[in-house]
């Protein structure tokens, strides 16, 4: 029996996102030819490798795909799933190697995959296949972390890093950076405190950074703040469930909308997304689920009218025959790639605004960056610093009471002599990341005249910082 992959789809991912970077190239003056080197993966690895499973072998293929070396280590998730195939995983590659542009993350980009249904085996049974692919992975250069790091994606989390971890370390002992062979780890193995809420958190920072820009509120028909706006989600995993809990919860969004795969959840009044996450977990479906209407034709929920429309599962999902019946005027692409081209340009005739996925999912390539640097600098962020700034806080605190005579209230007590955690140095750089990157789109696409959505700005701008004499275009 062999866990094979289905054939690929014609055109598909790959093409859809060769066609949004051709359409940045205009904006882009590049050495002739260069753009063919932009579109390639420098590597692909396939590896077949066969397991004796249940009294039978069953034969596994996976993917690593390396698009750009233009910095180092390449960079990006490995992803466990039946749809898993050669294009994607070199669309996806390339993806990542613009994402760490836009954010000015020093990685190159990376994708790999194993075709497999991970419901289909226990823990026992993934740990052998996971471990054997990580094998084939470092005994062929594609799993270092000087060269290729690999992070969590769908069908992937801690637990498998965790394994991958273990697996190189074993194969390479006297290398005392091994913790950084993998980011996404459990934080007790060398994981960084904020990695696993770090993509969906990096969507609210996003989308709190847009709306700092009331022109560009403006500009999509909305106003205000992001309190109150309504909300829908498509997928509620990691990177859905994260951004809605921190958008409702902490800036008082109202999630409308939650798309599953069996169905959605509809209620106007808002949905309390941690009673939703907790009922999903329990029964392993939204079906049933009492405080809110079903919808079992999930799917033609993303045409349900919201102020902000949050696509977070697959790629794909939005597509030219549903694209006209959107009405969400402000789009974030929590997914890679939900949204395809001829969606895009049909998107974009409506004047609908969308933050794209290079852009607004970068938040968790950036924690995977801080996790990278703690394991290579062997000291976690803050050790040095952090009792220093709470004994400044204090002398602050006990100055204010002199000068003044009245004892500070116990809360400004609190907030001012309290050094910072390490999960607070994290989520202050996510944010400064997705703050700044916006500010740079949002430039670059007014710049000198111009009127570009943020997708082809985006995709210009990360081509702009990349080192194309590094591409090795034959310059020496």
């Known amino acids: 029996m062999s866990d094979q992959p289905t054939a690929t789809r014609s055109g598909s991912f790959q093409q859809n996102v060769a066609l949004m970077l051709d359409r940045a190239l205009k904006e882009v003056k590049l050495e002739p030819g260069a753009d063919r080197a932009l579109k390639s993966c420098n590597a692909t690895l396939q590896v077949s490798f066969p397991i004796k499973l249940r009294g039978e072998v069953r034969t596994f293929t ?70 054997r692919f990580a094998r084939e992975l470092a005994r062929r250069g594609f799993l270092s972390p000087a060269t290729n ?56 920072y996003a989308l709190r950074e847009f709306f700092r820009h009331p022109a560009e509120v403006q ?4 106003q205000g703040s992001l309190e ?30 939650i798309i599953e ?29 009492p405080d809110a209407r079903f919808v079992d034709k999930g799917a033609s929920v993303l045409a349900e009218d919201c102020d902000v429309l949050i696509p977070a599962a697959l790629e794909g999902v939005i597509h030219k025959d549903n694209a006209e019946s959107i009405r969400a005027p402000l789009i974030i692409e929590a997914a890679n ?22 852009y607004a999912n970068a938040g968790g390539v950036v924690v995977s960056y801080f996790e990278w640097i703690r394991n290579l600098s062997h000291i976690r962020f803050g050790r040095l610093q952090r009792r220093l700034d709470e004994t400044r806080g204090e002398h602050i605190v006990s100055a204010l009471e002199m000068m003044s005579g009245e004892k500070t209230p116990a809360w400004m007590r609190e907030n001012l002599i309290r050094g910072a955690e390490e999960v607070d140095l994290v989520r202050s750089g996510l944010d400064d990341a997705m703050r700044v ?8 696409r007014r710049e000198g005249g111009r009127h570009l959505d943020y997708r082809t700005a985006a995709y210009a701008l990360a081509v702009t910082r990349i080192n194309l004499g590094s591409l090795d275009l034959g310059a020496y």
């Not at 498509?234 to 902490?250: D, R, S, T």
């Open 149 to 204: 790091v690999p992070a969590p994606d769908v069908g992937t989390g801690q637990r498998e890093m965790a394994w991958i971890l273990d697996t190189y370390k074993n194969l390479y002992p006297e290398d005392i950076n091994y913790v950084g062979c993998v980011t996404g780890k459990p934080v007790d193995l060398g994981g960084m405190p904020g990695r696993l809420e770090a993509t969906g958190r990096g969507i609210q």
């Open 219 to 222: 500009a999509a028909g909305l």
């Open 62 to 131: 996976g993917w690593r795909a390396v698009h750009s070396t233009h910095r180092l280590p390449a960079k990006g998730g490995l992803r466990f799933s039946p749809t898993v195939d050669q294009d994607d995983t070199e669309a996806l590659a390339a993806l990542m190697t613009y994402k760490c542009a836009i954010v000015d993350v020093p990685f190159g980009g990376s994708k790999g995959g194993l075709c497999i249904d991970p419901t289909q085996y226990d823990r026992d049974e993934m740990e052998l296949i996971t471990r």
């Open 261 to 289: 795969r069996e169905g959605a959840l509809i209620d106007e009044r808002g949905l309390s997304v941690e009673a939703v996450r907790c009922y999903m977990n329990e029964h392993g479906t939204v079906l049933g689920y």
């Open 337 to 358: 790639g939900p949204i395809t081209y001829e969606a895009d340009e049909i998107l974009r005739g409506k004047g609908t605004v969308i933050l794209p996925d290079i």
């Open 228 to 257: 109150g706006k309504r909300i829908i989600v498509q997928g509620l995993g990691n990177v859905g469930y994260h951004a809605a809990k921190f958008l409702q919860e902490e800036d008082g969004a109202r999630i409308v909308g």
């Open 437 to 444: 990157a916006f500010q740079e789109i949002a430039r670059f």
